[in-house]
């Protein structure tokens, strides 16, 4: 089983994130928090990959939108995920615009 998080090399503050998600275990859910301090954010279903034919029936992939506040400039994004037994888990720091 396995889930992972597609997150871009810059995390850029100010701006509205959108990662993509593969999962073969069902529809993931979890958190996005900078801080520590938790951000409201939104699972949408994309459907399968365009290479169906290597991919299990059940590997589906999604995506995580939320919006990353200005100041949060110097601090940890942390993604953190579950689908199944899966988890995936992403940090990664903030950096100015």
């Known amino acids: 089983m396995a889930l992972s998080i597609n997150v ?7 701006l509205n994130q959108s990662y993509t998600i593969t999962s073969d275990s069902g ?3 979890g958190q996005v928090a900078v801080g520590g301090v938790e951000l409201a954010h939104r699972i949408i279903p994309l ?7 290597s991919c299990a029936p ?5 995506k995580v939108t939320f919006f990353l506040p200005p ?7 942390e993604l953190k995920f579950a689908a199944g037994e899966s988890e ?10």
């Not at 871009?8 to 100010?14: I, P």
């Not at 059940?58 to 999604?62: A, E, G, I, L, S």
């Open 71 to 77: 100041d949060t400039v110097g601090q940890e994004l």
């Open 27 to 29: 529809e993931p859910a």
């Open 58 to 62: 059940f590997d589906y992939k999604y």
């Open 8 to 14: 871009s090399d810059k995390v850029l503050a100010g």
């Open 47 to 53: 459907g399968p990959p365009k290479d169906t034919e």
């Open 88 to 97: 995936a888990t992403e940090n990664h720091e903030v950096i100015p615009e």
